[in-house]
């Protein structure tokens, strides 16, 4: 099992940010969100955009195949 990360940073207002999450949450694969950090506009305009990092990760299986089973030579 390996672990594979993406880091993400974008521009985008904070209901396009929750838009995103929701999608990632609905996704058919597990995807973990590790940390997401805001800069930029104000509380006061949330339609405003502001800069957003945002680091994703997932967990990987590669497929098993048969030269696994009975190693490779």
């Known amino acids: 099992m390996t672990r594979l990360g993406v880091s993400l940073q974008v521009s985008a207002s904070y209901h396009q940010l929750g838009a995103f999450l929701d999608r990632i ?34 967990l990987y299986i590669p497929p098993f195949t048969l030269a696994d089973a009975h190693g490779s030579r």
């Open 25 to 58: 949450e609905r996704a058919p694969v597990f995807i973990r969100v590790d940390r997401a950090d805001l800069s930029g506009a104000s509380d006061t305009h949330p339609s405003s955009e502001r800069t957003i990092h945002v680091v994703l990760s997932t």
